[in-house]
């Protein structure tokens, strides 16, 4: 376990060396950009959707009482999807979709040689593979995360509405009475660690690639179970920091 960390540091430590030329970097960088934030946009929604609707539901099958006005089932569902469930599920997801790939991408050069080849040319490869991923990621995750909170809110309205556990004014006031704006920051913090944690470790499994293309898809494997391990032992470091 010391050995993987002091190489990952290692590595971070030539990834983010001055860059050779900032154009070449800048092309790169809007790419990767394109690629997880707009390439992974209609994942996040449809899983935002179906999570807030059935988070909804659950909620208000939890609360019913006379006692316990309908407006609670959407503050709850408010809170925990800012704070919990939109920033944790889209990053393990995205750890699955960009981390597998990043690492595949990167694995296959490594075995092709064309790492390699770079390093030949003089060319820090670290930083011209991998710190591009590492912007797009810090910067697209919390992004989609935005979207992600607002989608699963949204889909929690059509689930309530349309099941009829509760009615679209309750909702509405629900969603919108006690917010703490205090809660998005937590998303966002919680959102750009995620992102760091997704594009890093998933390019450190492919750059340490050796064989052939059999140990490439083992990395992705490794890549994935890492991810998300990682990404949720900082989520409970995170969250008992800033709450």
């Known amino acids: 376990m010391f050995t993987h960390f002091g190489r990952y540091i290692l590595l971070l430590k030539a990834v983010f060396k001055r860059p050779e030329k900032w154009k070449i970097y800048t092309t790169n960088t809007v790419n990767e950009m394109a690629y997880i934030g707009v390439g992974s946009l209609y994942l996040i929604g449809i899983i935002s959707i179906f999570v807030g609707a059935v988070m909804t539901l659950q909620i208000a099958f939890q609360l019913q009482s006379d006692l316990i006005p ?10 925990s999807t800012i704070l919990e469930l ?7 997801v ?11 991408e ?3 050069m490594r075995v092709t040689e064309q790492i390699d080849a770079l390093e030949i040319m003089g060319i820090n490869a670290p930083g011209y593979l991998i710190l591009p991923k590492i912007i797009a990621g810090i910067t697209m995750i919390p992004l989609l995360v935005i979207v992600s909170i607002g989608l699963a809110i949204l889909g929690g309205y059509i689930g309530g509405t349309f099941s009829g ?6 909702y509405y006031r629900g ?9 998005i920051v937590v998303a966002l913090v919680k959102a750009f660690f995620f992102g760091f944690i997704i594009t890093s470790v998933s390019s450190y499994q492919g750059f340490y ?10 990395a992705s494997t490794n890549t994935v179970v ?7 032992f900082a989520d409970y470091i995170i969250t008992d920091l800033l709450l």
């Open 209 to 218: 690639v050796k064989g052939s293309a059999l140990e490439v898809g083992r």
């Open 94 to 104: 995205l750890a699955g979709k960009i981390g597998s790939s990043i690492s595949s």
């Open 70 to 79: 309908r407006t609670i089932i959407g503050s709850v569902n408010r809170d």
């Open 165 to 170: 556990a509760i009615t679209g004014a309750d």
């Open 106 to 108: 990167i694995g296959t």
């Open 86 to 92: 939109s920033p944790t599920i889209s990053a393990l």
């Open 175 to 183: 969603i919108t009475e006690g917010f703490n704006p205090y809660t």
């Open 226 to 232: 890492t991810s998300c391990i990682t990404i949720l």
